[in-house]
T-cell receptor, first 112, second 115 residues
Framework: GQQLNQSPQSMFIQEGEDVSMNCTSS?????WLWYKQDPGEGPVLLIA???AGELTSNGRLTAQFGITRKDSFLNISASIPSDVGIYFC????????????WGLGTSLAVNP | DAGVTQSPTHLIKTRGQQVTLRCSPK?????VSWYQQALGQGPQFIFQ???????QRGNFPDRFSGHQFPNYSSELNVNALLLGDSALYLC??????????????FGDGTRLSIL
């Protein structure tokens, strides 16, 4: 099935550093969602974006819906050990608000 | 306020068997979507149920079927299990509002292992 291009695949950073990851699509998307998944658990919604250019924050997390509607990024500022996990981007194609299309995830490791 | 709950949490089956997985949506949600997540991959959309009907399906064979009950809970059935069906099966619920995008909230999944 269709997948989003998510990068980087993995990151290993020091506690306190900022993190940036992004997601691109070959087609226009109407929504962009960012989820975090911890081992043995389901994805947890972090941020939802619904308009091109929209910039939304959730605590230390900030995400933006790209102007072209084909990309999104997620930034994490001042990382802490509990930020460890796999971050997924997901979205809905234009005209289809039912099926979520996903990236392959970014695995984040934080060194205390 | 209970979130999305799935049962069982783990299941082991052998090839050729059949399995039924269950999902209760988050309170107030009326739509249930099912996803298959292989190890190291992102979730893949199986299908979505609304008003007790399947209203969209991903690229999965007919061995995968589902049902939604009047209380919005849902079941995923997989027949003639194959080794490749081993995965984490995730249920997500949302509220359908015409013209509005509503985010999907996920359960912790059922880990299905096929021997």
């Amino acid at each position: 099935g269709q997948q989003l291009n998510q990068s980087p695949q993995s990151m290993f950073i020091q506690e306190g550093e900022d993190v940036s990851m992004n997601c691109t699509s070959s087609s226009i998307f109407n929504t962009w969602l960012w989820y975090k998944q911890d081992p043995g658990e389901g994805p947890v919604l972090l941020i939802a974006l619904y308009k091109a250019g929209e910039l939304t924050s959730n605590g230390r997390l900030t995400a933006q819906f790209g102007i072209t509607r084909k990309d999104s990024f997620l930034n994490i500022s001042a990382s802490i050990p509990s930020d460890v996990g796999i971050y997924f981007c997901a979205g809905h194609n234009a005209g289809n608000n039912r099926k979520l299309i996903w990236g392959l995830g970014t695995s984040l490791a934080v060194n205390p | 306020d209970a979130g999305v709950t799935q049962s069982p949490t783990h299941l082991i089956k052998t090839r050729g068997q059949q399995v039924t997985l269950r999902c209760s949506p988050k309170s107030g949600h009326d739509t249930v979507s099912w996803y298959q997540q292989a190890l190291g991959q992102g979730p893949q959309f199986i299908f979505q149920y609304y008003e007790e009907e399947e209203r969209q399906r991903g690229n999965f064979p007919d061995r995968f079927s589902g049902h939604q009950f009047p209380n919005y809970s849902s079941e995923l059935n997989v027949n003639a299990l194959l080794l490749g069906d081993s995965a984490l099966y995730l249920c997500a619920s949302s509220l359908s509002v015409r013209g509005l995008h509503q985010p999907q909230h996920f359960g912790d999944g059922t880990r299905l292992s096929i021997l």
